[in-house]
């Protein structure tokens, strides 16, 4: 890799960013988290090292290990001001990054389980919380819930969609998304519910594809889903009809440099040297700054030394503004 000079370090630092793919508990920071798993007394895995596994900051071989800090995250928080502590680190975190917007992702039903709230509940609560803090720090903020390709995925849509209804539609919740293991089943379904809530209440999706070697994922994300954005779609790079259509109809991806290099989701040429040579619009994301100890800037750095230009990240946040999910 080559090596960055401090200037351009310090440049990278200052420039207002935007990210666009971020998950809310993966944004929290691991001393706090372990902190809170200490205070609540929650009983962890026997096979949790809770030192260690808070973070992944080396590669790793499977995506089974680089989900295995969401064991003890999935556990927190149980009371409100420990998410009120959690939502204010974060905060500090993007404003200390320049990052001027954020896209959070969260399922929110989970948080609905740890609280004890109902779904509007709980909905209510984050976007109150969220405000405080976006007022605080001057980052604005938007949201996008995720669904998980499970067995329950419908159930799961359709608490939200009807929890989502029963506050009146926020205006703070712009999207769905659709993550979790690449190779599980996808029903139409499902996907048809995620195209009538597009349709219907005007909700964008964006989809974790193509993480993994699952190249069927990508094209699902486009024909079954009307994918406004793709999550990493690393793997788009090996089926050139794909990259066709991606460039074709100009869908975005969210390219996370640091999340990408620690889990392998790609071999050889970075896959944002391919979607710039096919026009395909792209935007650099972080993912999980929280558990891999990098922020938004290091990210771009990584970019820099896997052979991006400068001058696409002088043009970062316009493209990240660009594809974002904010009301034009």
């Known amino acids: 890799m080559s090596i960055i000079s401090g200037n351009t370090i310090s440049s990278i630092i200052s420039m207002p960013k935007a990210d666009l793919h971020l998950h809310l508990n993966g944004l929290f920071d691991s001393d706090i988290v372990r902190q809170i798993l ?13 030192l260690n596994d808070c973070v ?3 590669k790793v071989d499977s995506l089974v290990k680089y989900f295995k800090p969401w064991e003890a995250l999935h ?3 149980n009371q409100i001001q420990d998410f009120r502590k959690l939502v204010s680190s974060a905060f500090e975190y993007l404003a200390s990054e320049n990052i001027r917007y954020v896209e959070l992702r969260s399922s929110a039903i989970y948080l609905s389980g740890l609280l004890k709230l109902s779904l509007e509940d709980t909905l209510n609560l984050m976007i109150d919380v969220l405000d405080e803090f976006s007022h605080i720090s001057f980052v604005d903020y938007n949201l996008i819930i995720t669904i998980q390709r499970s067995y329950k995925a419908i159930y799961d849509l359709q608490r939200f969609l009807e929890a989502y209804c029963n506050i009146g539609k926020p205006k703070r919740i712009v999207a769905l998304g659709l993550a979790g293991d690449e190779d599980f089943p996808v029903s139409k379904d499902l996907s048809a519910m995620f195209r009538k809530a597009k349709d219907e209440y005007g909700l964008n999706i964006t989809i974790h594809a193509g993480e993994t070697g699952n190249i069927k994922s990508i094209y699902e ?5 009307s994918a406004d954005r793709i999550g990493h779609g690393c793997i788009a790079v090996k089926d050139l009809n794909l990259i066709e259509k991606l460039s074709k109809n100009q869908i975005c991806i969210e390219v996370c440099p640091t999340s990408n290099y620690l889990t392998n989701a790609y071999n050889g040429i970075p896959p944002h040297i391919t979607f710039k040579k096919y026009e395909i619009p ?4 972080s993912d ?7 922020g938004l800037s290091d990210d771009y750095i990584r970019f820099l030394e896997e052979g991006g230009s400068f001058e696409i990240l002088q043009n970062m946040f316009d493209e990240q503004m660009k594809y974002s999910f904010v009301k034009k």
């Open 282 to 285: 792209f935007v650099i994301c």
């Open 38 to 50: 200490t205070d609540e007394n929650i009983t962890l895995p026997s096979n949790f090292n809770l």
């Open 56 to 58: 992944v900051t080396r």
């Open 288 to 294: 999980n700054p929280g558990i891999h100890k990098k």
């Open 75 to 77: 556990l927190i928080p």
């Open 221 to 225: 994300a486009i024909d079954l889903f």
